[in-house]
């Protein structure tokens, strides 16, 4: 079987190098156990659905890359310059938590706005229909848009004047409202 980047063969240099070196060996295995808690990171928000598979493709690419310069540096690399190579890895790990949280948020805003289309054909169909100008308003406070809820929190009330919970939303979203 062929090597055609003599990745095996610098593999064994560097692990056969770090068993002469004590601290070598320790550093070379600090590196190796950031790699595996990023990448299992990585594959845990592929298979939670918080990345795509080819985002979670990337991002391992990214980090074998990451460690493989990072272990070809590693005798270079000593006191606060070798922490700064543990960033290399530790930088991929960020990119998946802000890839996750986009992803994440994204999502819930695509909820909330499918949500308010649902609301709104219901109103259409029937304009007295209290608990669907209540959650409208519920979704509009959600996006942080009070003026809109605040609207919706009016006509609910109107429709239902005995709803206490409706009328602690509107004055809710009427502080909220004012302070904007």
């Known amino acids: 079987m062929s090597d055609p980047f003599g990745a095996y063969e610098s593999l064994y240099r560097l692990v056969e190098h770090a068993s002469a070196n004590r601290a070598q060996?320790?550093?070379?295995?600090l590196?190796?156990?950031?790699?595996?808690?990023?990448?299992?990171?990585?594959?845990?928000a592929w298979v939670h659905e918080g990345i795509?598979?080819?985002?979670?493709?990337?991002?391992?690419?990214?980090?074998?890359l990451a460690e493989g310069a990072a272990a070809r540096w590693?005798?270079?690399?000593?006191?606060?310059?070798?922490?700064?190579?543990?960033?290399?890895?530790?930088?991929?790990?960020?990119?998946?938590?802000?890839?996750?949280?986009?992803?994440?948020?994204?999502?819930?805003?695509?909820d909330i706005h499918a949500g308010i289309k649902r609301f709104r054909a219901a109103?259409?169909?029937?304009?007295?229909?209290?608990?669907a100008h209540e959650l409208l308003g519920d979704s509009y406070l959600k996006l942080q848009r009070p003026r809109r809820?605040?609207?919706?929190?009016r006509a609910a009330v109107a429709l239902d004047p005995h709803s206490y919970q409706t009328q602690y939303k509107l004055e809710r979203a009427a502080r909220l409202s004012r302070a904007r």
């Open 149 to 153: 809820a605040l609207a919706e929190y």
């Open 31 to 44: 590196l190796a156990m950031v790699g595996v808690s990023v990448a299992w990171r990585v594959i845990f």
């Open 123 to 131: 109103i259409r169909r029937d304009p007295n229909n209290a608990a």
């Open 74 to 110: 590693l005798p270079d690399f000593e006191g606060a310059r070798f922490l700064l190579l543990l960033a290399l890895p530790l930088a991929t790990w960020l990119a998946v938590h802000i890839v996750v949280g986009l992803s994440h948020r994204e999502s819930y805003r695509a």
């Open 52 to 64: 795509s598979g080819m985002e979670a493709l990337t991002l391992i690419a990214a980090l074998f």
């Open 25 to 29: 060996l320790w550093k070379l295995l």
